[in-house]
């Protein structure tokens, strides 16, 4: 079984702090690291996503990084804020052969005010 | 543009009913995928198609059903309800599989409790 590993579970986090949250994955033909958002009621959204040739990626608050050696890549919420409060997913994939997405088991985020 | 539709938001079952979670999409999507999510868990994949007449499993296929007969539409049935079948159920689908140019477009679940 190809498996991504997701840590913490849970995480609270006041605002205005910094959340982080891990993944790491087995399968080095992974290719494709996407984050999923997911507000409660609500269906996952695609949130940000590198590719291993970069070892970083930022949009606005949000950044991944990414370790290829030690097969492992982080979501970074800057000046994390109420809103944020959701379900984070990482997933892999092997995108030059189109293979589906493996998903880790989530990280329920928490930004208190 | 309504994007990936599911009925109903809600269901009780009792054990050995059985049931049709429906899902339709309107973006002309090939792929289409059945997850279920249950705590701490993430998200199983269930059964996907890549396009109409074609379905095949996923991770955890037993105790359900699909069928593909349209490009719009993959429904789920679920035989014999269990316990175990208690989760939250959430069809997507995509244009491709697994590409950066191609995410995973979701619908807001079913939420199904089996008593």
């Known amino acids: 079984q190809q498996q991504v590993k997701q840590s913490p579970q849970s995480l609270i986090v006041q605002k205005g702090g910094i959340s982080i949250i891990n993944c790491a994955y087995e399968?080095?033909?992974?290719?494709?690291f996407p984050w999923y958002q997911q507000f409660p009621g609500k269906g996952p959204a695609l949130l940000i996503a590198i590719r291993p040739d970069v070892s970083e990626k930022k949009e606005g608050r949000f950044t991944i990084s990414f370790n290829k050696s030690a097969k492992q890549f982080s979501l970074h919420i800057m000046d994390s804020q109420p809103g944020d409060s959701a379900t984070y997913f990482c997933?892999?994939?092997?995108?030059?052969?189109?293979?589906?997405?493996?998903f880790g088991e989530g990280t329920q985020l928490t930004v208190n005010p | 543009n309504a994007g990936v539709t599911q009925t109903p938001k809600f269901r009780i079952l009792k054990i050995g009913q059985s049931m049709t979670l429906q899902c339709t999409q309107d973006m002309n999507h090939n792929y289409m995928y059945w997850y279920r999510q249950d705590p701490g868990m993430g998200l199983k994949l269930i059964y996907y198609s890549v396009g109409a007449g074609i379905t095949d499993k996923g991770e955890v296929p037993n105790g359900y059903n699909v069928s593909r007969s349209t490009t719009e539409d993959f429904p789920l049935r679920l035989e014999l309800a269990a316990p175990s079948q208690t989760s939250v159920y959430f069809c997507?689908?995509?244009?491709?599989?697994?590409?950066?140019?191609?995410?995973?477009?979701f619908g807001n679940g079913t939420r199904l409790t089996v008593t």
């Open positions: 399968n080095t033909a992974f290719d494709y």
């Open positions: 997507a689908s995509s244009y491709q599989a697994g590409r950066a140019n191609s995410p995973l477009h």
């Open positions: 997933a892999a994939s092997k995108e030059t052969s189109g293979s589906r997405l493996t």
